[in-house]
């Protein structure tokens, strides 16, 4: 069962930001949140706002395209930042360690697609698309 939870059109940066922050605000230890849309569809923008609302907001956040992974320490957790844009098989998430991600942290996941299957549930699904206009459509979804 899929459980929609919202559609918002995101306008600009500081609406994205706002609606990241809002987010950050809902999430727990043990979330595993994954992002989808296009390329420069502001995937990355989210997570860094994210991982900026537990770290502080003067915390250098890089995207991990290149790497697959970055971590950030918060207070009481930490934070996995994947990008799997660059995976070829399903089965090297598991080099990156993925499972530990899973316990008491928190998951933010960019391209998931190859892992799907293999994420525990309950997944916040994020899925953004690009309009003309520079609009994005932000979909929340929680899977169960």
Same mark, same amino acid.
């Given at each position: 069962?899929? +459980?929609?939870?919202?559609?918002?059109?995101? +306008?600009? @940066? @500081? @609406?994205?930001?706002i609606?990241?922050? +809002?987010?950050? &605000?809902?999430?727990?230890?043990? =979330?595993?949140?994954?992002?989808?849309? %296009? !390329?420069?569809?502001?995937?990355?923008?989210?997570?860094? %706002?994210?991982? #900026?609302?537990?770290?502080?907001?003067?915390?250098?956040v890089?995207?991990? $395209?290149? *790497? !697959? !992974?970055?971590?950030?320490?918060?207070? *009481?957790?930490?934070?996995?930042?994947?990008?799997?844009?660059?995976? &070829?098989?399903?089965? %090297? /998430?598991?080099?990156?360690?993925?499972? =530990?991600?899973?316990?008491?942290?928190?998951?933010?996941?960019?391209?998931? %697609?190859?892992? +799907? @299957?293999?994420?525990?549930?309950? /997944?916040i699904?994020?899925? !953004?698309?690009?309009?003309? *206009?520079?609009? #994005?459509?932000? *979909?929340? $979804?929680?899977?169960?």
């Amino acid at each position: 069962m899929v +459980n929609f939870i919202s559609e918002t059109i995101l +306008n600009n @940066e @500081e @609406e994205s930001r706002i609606f990241a922050v +809002n987010l950050a &605000k809902t999430i727990k230890k043990g =979330d595993i949140i994954t992002f989808t849309g %296009e !390329l420069g569809s502001g995937k990355t923008f989210l997570c860094r %706002e994210i991982i #900026r609302y537990f770290c502080g907001i003067n915390t250098n956040v890089s995207s991990p $395209t290149f *790497n !697959l !992974l970055q971590t950030y320490t918060a207070t *009481n957790f930490t934070i996995y930042h994947f990008d799997l844009y660059r995976l &070829k098989s399903k089965y %090297e /998430i598991y080099e990156l360690g993925i499972e =530990d991600a899973f316990h008491n942290d928190i998951c933010l996941i960019e391209w998931p %697609e190859i892992i +799907n @299957e293999i994420l525990p549930l309950p /997944i916040i699904r994020i899925n !953004l698309e690009m309009e003309k *206009n520079n609009q #994005r459509i932000c *979909n929340v $979804t929680l899977i169960p």
